[in-house]
């Protein structure tokens, strides 16, 4: 019996000792991991927004979990990632919206659709279709590639929602 206690007492000190350490790694990477995850993206950023020269990540609600990330380029607008179904696999882009709701850069990020057919959401024709256009405003989808486009096209009503929730 007494040996019972005395590994349970061992065991628990042990635990406290592992769970100690880790939190303060924690405390100490977190800072760390969120600048690299914003330099990750921060090239994109810059594309769309060049002017700007901060961007951070903020809170935003999306109930539909088709945005995964929203980055403010101080004082020029927001950076929109959507995750939304293609044909054949999800495709991710970064869609950059100036503060009047204008859409200034479209990136996709990853595309996985049939070549030649899906991937052309990844194509200069798709973008110069899109940039310029006031969000809200009905979208052109591409013939042949009218699922994966049309995906593309209905993340861009979820921008509009989180957009109009963060003016």
């Known amino acids: 019996m ?9 065991l628990a000190l042990i635990s406290a000792l592992a769970g100690g350490i880790l939190a303060s790694v924690d405390s100490m990477t ?9 330099a990750a993206v921060k090239t994109t ?8 020269s901060d961007y951070k990540e903020i809170d935003f609600t999306d109930s539909t979990e088709t945005i995964t990330n929203v980055y403010e380029a101080s004082g020029a607008g927001y950076a929109f990632n959507v995750s939304v179904q293609g044909y054949k696999d999800v495709i991710t882009y970064i ?56 995906a593309v096209v209905n993340g861009m009503s979820t921008v509009k929602t989180v957009f109009e929730s963060l003016k």
Not at 2 to 8: D, M, Q, R, V
């Open 30 to 38: 977190r800072p760390i991991i969120e600048e690299r995850k914003i």
């Open 2 to 10: 007494k040996k019972i206690i005395h590994l349970t007492v061992f």
């Open 95 to 150: 869609v950059g919206v100036d503060l009047t709701g204008k859409i200034v850069g479209f990136n996709v990020t990853f595309v996985n659709d049939t070549p030649g057919l899906g991937s052309k959401v990844k194509e200069p024709e798709f973008k110069q279709s899109i940039v310029g256009k006031t969000l809200g405003v009905d979208l052109d989808t591409i013939s042949g590639a009218t699922i994966s486009s049309f």
């Open 45 to 52: 950023l810059q594309e769309i927004f060049p002017a700007a």
